[in-house]
């Protein structure tokens, strides 16, 4: 797989990790290109805390955020490589 750059290709390597990510989800419309943050191991239980805590934190990409490159445009039909939408909020669970 050819990565735009060393930053999206690091970041995918560390989907589902206790770190920053970046993989795409499908959605009914086509992907979308996601970058995750995840503040707990894959296996560890949530801290127990008084006030709401957020374990993973994400947003939508259209650009990467490294080298400027149009996703989409730049993955093409490679889409599917990155797919990790079972990691994706709201998605598969």
Avoid at 66 to 91: H, P, R, V
């Amino acid at each position: 797989m050819r990565f735009c750059c060393r930053g999206i290709e690091e970041l995918h390597r560390n989907s589902g990790l206790r770190e920053f990510a970046v993989f795409t989800a499908r959605y009914p419309d086509g992907y979308v290109f996601v970058l995750q943050h995840r503040a707990l191991d894959p296996d560890a239980l949530p801290p127990f805390s008084e006030s709401p805590m957020s374990t993973v934190s994400e947003l939508l990409l259209n650009y990467c955020p490294w080298c400027g490159g149009d996703l989409k445009q730049f993955y093409g039909d490679q889409l599917n490589e990155l797919d990790k939408s079972e990691l994706k909020l709201g998605m598969g669970r």
